[in-house]
């Protein structure tokens, strides 16, 4: 029987799959992304023969750990020496302390808002980017980037540091929003193989409420208002597609006590073990019922309730969720 685990990397590659099926449609015959989606079909076909995370050596599961790095590796981390198994152990480790240091203080107040964050890598790494850049100085603007990189481990949570040093580096020139959103994916692009890419959320928001917000492939955000919740959909594809991708800006007013709850797919799409999936709509109605909590509150309620909603089953993508509210 499929395991939730198989099922959930199943639908992941289906995603991927259609993905890839589209920008080969709009790219005419690429080589390396139908080499990549050669790729994806060989990983579904391993769960169909239910050889996924299975070792082609002893025929055993391979270990988690392992598979968080590599989630198609084919032979079990044992059966390398045991200096390989120390190296491994060490880098990975190394990576996740270099990784934490580039996240935000977990609680920030930035003129005229409150931002608050948890972030949740399935192993020890994660490929979900979350920052905030505070104003340079007073009365300048503040940004905010989320997102998702494709695939997982190591390799993601390398795409994820480029996307941070990208953005840092871009958000000191004098660019426009516009601008810098779309400088920015052309670097990722020119950086990365064409199948990488990462959906984002990026926003810029003045201390006045305003909130300039480009979302690229991301899931939607949460715009919570007096209880009311609605969704900002998705105004362009994932960052690092294409090089000369235009991006539409939304523009938004937040008032004293409004909020914005980003989320990465860790959170709607984990199932629980019915196989059903924790999903945005979950997510919107338990919001809209518990939007009096201030952010830290929030984001710990929603946890206990995707924990509650999850019993037990496992988790097997990287988790982040932020808040941002006004109050000013
Ligand atoms: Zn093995």
Redesign the pocket.
Known sequence: METYKDAAMRSQLHTRREQLVQAITQTGDNQQLVRLLQDVDAALERIDNGKLGI?D??H?P?EDRRLQVEPFAT??L??LSKEQQDAFERDLELASAIQRKLLPDKQERIDGWEVHYHYEPAGLVSGDYCDLIKPESKGRDAYILFGDVSGKGVAASLLMSRLHAIFRSLIISDLSFHQLVEKANKLFCDSTLSAHFATLVSAKVSKDGDVEICNAGHCPPLLIRNGQVTSISSTGIPVGMFCDTRYELKNLNLNKGDTLLLYTDGLTETRNPSGEDYSEERLTKFVADNHHLIPSALISACLADFNTFRSGASKVDDLTIMVLRRNG
């Open positions: 070792c050596v002893c055993e391979i032979i079990c044992s059966h």
